[in-house]
């Protein structure tokens, strides 16, 4: 609950600074107090407690999702450095929405009653519809922002749907009470129906297949940074949240739940990595990719009662690669106007150092030891073949050597074409984003206990 309080008032603080022309200080200011919320955050890991009737319950679960969500936005802050340069004035309201839309992140992971889940949502959804939307002159940024507003709002009213439901059956919003009246005997059809229809639209957040057809022009219209946070800080967010929903009302996934589940996320895999074979936009390659992820996340769901600390570690792996990734592709394409492949030839060449990055990301996502890609999957991998599903396991290591296809194009252009111009000096923050998050994402590979002991 502190920690809900404080990002809340980072966010009205940054917006202060600006009437009051501290525009220098807003991003420096908003690290340290990302940090010294990172702090407060953690001090609650071993405290649980309930605020507000229910509304927000702190525990190791919130507690450690909400603290990878702070990093990661430590990281998006730092590298908006200069991303408005030409408008200056833009950057406190950037800064601002970044936050609140972290306080959506940590509210959908924090809920107690699905009234405080949806508010979460929302605030997170809106966030993200300006954001995409933000390069107003950009006809691509504003089809972007058009797209994922109208689609967003299509899943947002099918998750409203599904709560309404859930209260018809069980007469309250509150996740203790549904769990303990989904125990008796006999529930009314339609409180399933809502969990349908809740999971529905959360796969359409997660942008699995077959709700990912918004992802790819979304992502490839919407600014770098933007797009950058929609693949790490909200992809994770959404997962996180649709597994607390089905395990915290202790939701029965029964057989044909799981073989649903099944198929999307065999799915998820399969087209996310076809389809981005054929890409030649990075940013769209991405996308692909992000859909892949979402399809072994979802993994999880199949043995969902032991699976939070596999999910973290997962997340936790994916999202530092992606953000590492999205550091080189930023400091590459800035002022290109697209994100073509070709503007990566020789960069092995010109910027040694940020090549090595991208090649390791590239390497974590496809599950190349010894990075935390790997043992995230070798996790997920083991947990899916105790709970007897050895096809989906299968079908994951198919898609992951397919994976290494699309990934190695990039690596190629880096090392072994030439350069087609030399790049301007790079700024001291792409290099901290990018050096930090992939050294991060080889530590938790060296160290898994690092992450795994946060939910033990």
Request: with cysteine; net charge neutral.
């Amino acid at each position: 609950m502190n920690t809900l309080i404080v990002i809340i008032g980072l966010g009205v603080l940054c917006l202060l600074f600006e009437i009051m022309n501290f525009r220098k200080a807003i991003i420096p200011f908003t690290i340290l107090g990302l940090m010294g919320i990172l702090g407060l955050t953690l001090s609650e890991l071993n405290s649980p407690a309930t605020y507000y009737n229910n509304m927000i319950v702190v525990n190791k679960f919130s507690v450690a999702f909400s603290s990878l969500f702070i990093v990661l936005t430590i990281f998006l802050v730092t590298l908006s450095h200069n991303f408005y340069e030409k408008h200056q004035t833009k950057i406190s309201d950037y800064i601002a929405i970044k936050i609140f839309l972290l306080s959506g992140a940590v509210a959908m992971v924090s809920f107690g009653n699905l009234s405080m889940f949806f508010l979460g949502i929302e605030i997170l959804s809106i966030s993200l519809y300006v954001l995409a939307a933000s390069d107003r002159m950009n006809i691509k940024s504003n089809e972007a922002g058009l797209k994922y507003f109208l689609m967003g709002s299509f899943a947002s009213g099918i998750l409203l749907f599904g709560i309404c439901l859930i209260y018809g059956a069980m007469g309250t919003f509150d996740i203790t009470e549904i769990s303990e009246l989904s125990q008796s005997a006999e529930l009314p059809s339609w409180f399933f129906i809502g969990i349908v229809l809740l999971t529905i639209g959360m796969l359409f957040k997660i942008a699995a297949v077959p709700f990912h057809f918004w992802a790819p022009d979304v992502y490839q219209g919407a600014p770098a940074l933007t797009t950058a946070t929609m693949s790490t800080l909200a992809k994770v967010v959404a997962m996180a949240a649709l597994y607390k929903l089905l395990t915290a009302m202790n939701v029965e996934i029964t057989y044909g739940f799981q073989i649903v589940i099944v198929v999307i996320s065999i799915a998820s895999m399969t087209v996310g990595n076809i389809m981005a074979l054929k890409q030649s936009n990075v940013k769209r390659m991405l996308a692909f990719s992000g859909i892949s992820h979402a399809g072994f996340m979802l993994m999880t769901l199949l043995s969902a009662t032991s699976a939070a600390g596999s999910l973290l570690y997962y997340a936790t792996a994916y999202s530092l690669s992606g953000i590492a990734a999205f550091s080189v592709l930023l400091y590459v394409c800035k002022d290109k106007g697209n994100e073509e492949i070709s503007h990566f030839n020789g960069l092995g060449k010109t910027n040694p150092i940020l090549a090595a990055v991208l090649t390791a990301s590239l390497l974590s996502m496809a599950g190349i030891p010894i990075f935390g890609g790997f043992f995230a999957k070798l996790m997920l991998f083991t947990q899916t073949i105790e709970s007897g599903y050895l096809i989906v396991v299968i079908a994951a290591v198919i898609n992951s050597i397919i994976s290494i296809g699309y990934y190695f194009k990039l690596i190629l252009a880096m090392y072994t074409k030439d350069a087609a111009e030399e790049k301007e000096a790079t700024p001291l923050a792409f290099y901290a984003v990018a050096v930090i998050s992939i050294l991060m994402n080889l530590i938790i590979g060296l160290y898994p206990s690092l992450i795994m002991q946060l939910l033990s």
